[in-house]
Nanobody, 125 residues
Framework: VQLQASGGGLVQSGDSLRVTCAAS????????VGWFRQAPGKERDVASA????????YYAGSLAGRFTISRDNAKNTVYLQMNSLKPEDTAVYYC???????????????????WGKGTLVTVSS
């Protein structure tokens, strides 16, 4: 499975941005996909995740009201729509795939089966 994140950029506080994860591989639609983010000087943490069917989603902390994860298995693509962006959302955003859906344990997940290169999101105040 190969993953490629794109769509990052420089935006202002309050703006919206959608990052995209393009996946390739024979069984990629059967994987859960997570969006992780790493802010400068901080550890990489999960922001959101979606099950292979799209029926289950996870959001970290208060992100559920601002971020929306979705996937289109026909296009092998996972999206993260980010609204009302704040300077603290500034980070490199990575997508990653896992054969396992971790449910409530996503907040503690650090290892995934496959990782893509990240895309930088910078939110100016």
């Amino acid at each position: 499975v190969q993953l490629q994140a794109s769509g990052g950029g420089l935006v202002q506080s309050g703006d919206s941005l959608r990052v995209t994860c393009a996946a390739s591989g024979p069984t990629v639609s059967s994987y859960a996909v997570g969006w992780f983010r790493q802010a400068p000087g901080k550890e990489r943490d999960v922001a959101s995740a979606i099950s292979w069917s799209g029926q289950n989603t996870y959001y970290a902390g208060s992100l559920a009201g601002r971020f929306t994860i979705s996937r289109d298995n026909a296009k092998n693509t996972v999206y993260l729509q980010m609204n009302s962006l704040k300077p603290e959302d500034t980070a490199v955003y990575y997508c990653a795939a896992s054969r396992t859906w971790y449910g409530y344990r996503w907040k503690d997940i650090r290892d995934m089966d496959y990782w893509g290169k990240g895309t930088l999101v910078t939110v100016s105040s």
